[in-house]
């Protein structure tokens, strides 16, 4: 079997059977599937273990962005330890005992900080009171998850580089806002094109639309390993 590309798919939608076509139809090509709040708040548990099913026993990456007081965030971590999430998203903005607390319950996940959202620019930065480029705010609160445990961070490719940098070697750099050249940018502000974050040095990209809106999410899916030259 040939390299897996390292690709989550975007499972989003709250109709289980199409997320799980999508699941079934890429899982021979990428090496992850995300299940996010759309999907998980209308199915649950069975959202992931039927997702990784459906993949052939792909990475889940749960992706529920945590943010709350650490008790709370301690609690809902453990409320979903039994489904061995490969990823699970808090936001780094929640602080550095709200990360530990997740962290400290789920010890075989990769807690991941999400830094600031690829929808955010940076009058929308200033319109909730942070201050700086969003370069700046994305290094600031990745140095603070890493401080506190985290093993991955969410960033957009712009900042992928500048995050390496701060964080160093060791830390999964997962990049949202990936789209192919030929694709829109919806509504994601700060993007680039698969090959540019990888080369960049983000390790896991999230891509959506771009596959699951596909005439054939697995043909889709077959071209972007190619073209990322898994194939």
């Known amino acids: 079997m040939s390299a897996l590309a390292p690709v989550a798919v975007a499972l989003d939608t709250s109709d289980l059977e199409t997320a799980l076509g999508w699941a079934a ?54 409320a979903v330890a039994e489904l061995a999430p490969d990823y699970l998203t808090v936001h780094a903005s929640g602080g550095r005992d709200m990360i530990r607390a997740a962290v400290d319950a789920l010890p075989r996940t990769v807690v991941v900080g999400v830094t600031i959202l690829t929808s955010l ?35 957009s490719p712009l900042e992928v580089a500048d995050v390496r940098r701060e964080v160093g070697a060791g830390v999964t750099l997962i990049t949202p806002g990936v789209r ?12 680039a094109t698969p090959e540019q974050a990888l080369a ?32």
Request: charged residues 25%; aromatic residues 2%.
């Open 180 to 191: 192919p050249l030929d694709a829109a940018a919806g509504d994601q502000s700060r993007v």
């Open 200 to 231: 960049a040095g983000a390790d896991l990209l999230v891509i959506g639309r771009p596959l699951t809106a596909a005439t054939d999410p697995g043909r889709a899916a077959a071209e972007l390993a190619a073209a990322l030259g898994l194939r």
């Open 25 to 78: 139809a890429v899982g021979p090509h990428l090496r992850t599937v995300k299940v996010g709040l759309e999907l998980y708040l209308r199915h649950g548990a069975d959202a992931v273990v039927k997702a990784r099913e459906a993949s052939g026993g792909r990475e889940v990456f749960l992706d529920l962005k945590l943010h709350d007081i650490p008790n709370t965030v301690e609690g809902a971590a453990r």
């Open 121 to 155: 620019s940076r009058d929308d930065l200033a319109g909730v009171g942070m201050t700086g480029s969003p370069r700046d705010v994305v290094r600031r609160l990745a140095a603070l998850a890493v401080a506190a445990g985290a093993r991955g961070l969410v960033c």
